[in-house]
């Protein structure tokens, strides 16, 4: 079947630091990958993707890349924001147009 | 803004009461989602549509009853709900074919039920 696994939450840093959230998937076939961010009151909205393997997306500093032999897409940022405090979920969608999405993982970052 | 329009953006209704959620999208879309999003719970998928037929029902009860008119609009009828249905309730569009494309999110209707 399709699942994804990320890291529990809450994750709390401070400003500048280093952000991994980790992220492993199971699925058929071959999927595709996405980090999705919500923040609060809103909708989730899309902060990069990766189509196939070796593929790494990246968007306002985030970065993930797509790896099929540790099946696991996590999300990087070099230097965080208090700006980039809000929820972040990982999703693969396979060829079935199905969206799978982890539990999301809450990032608050402290000046 | 996703491209992906949610009305009304709050709801509170009584058990006995019947409310409809609204979702448009003018992306090109011919995919349609309904999420439910709980507090400290996944998020849980409840309707798809593939050019306005349903594929997918994820064993929701019938009190939810989801529409879909065309591919720009979806509805979700809600009638003699239970406070555990209070939820943010998220609609998405994508297109339908192949895997790849990314799923677009209205900002969700934050529903209480009383």
Known sequence: GNSVTQMEGPVTLSEEAFLTINCTYTATGYPSLFWYVQYPGEGLQLLLKATKADDKGSNKGFEATYRKETTSFHLEKGSVQVSDSAVYFCALSNAGNQFYFGTGTSLTVIP | ?114
């Open chain 2, 1 to 114: 803004e996703t491209g992906v329009t949610q009305t009304p953006r709050h709801l509170v209704m009584g058990m006995t009461n019947k409310k409809s959620l609204k979702c448009e999208q003018h992306l090109g879309h011919n995919a349609m989602y309904w999420y439910k999003q709980s507090a400290k719970k996944p998020l849980e998928l409840m309707f798809v549509y593939n050019f306005k037929e349903q594929t997918e029902n994820n064993s929701v009860p019938s009190r939810f009853s989801p529409e879909c008119p065309n591919s720009s609009h979806l509805f979700l009828h809600l009638h003699t709900l239970q406070p555990e249905d209070s939820a943010l309730y998220l609609c998405a569009s994508s297109h339908a074919q192949g895997a790849g494309s990314e799923a677009f999110f209205g900002q969700g209707t934050r529903l209480t039920v009383v």
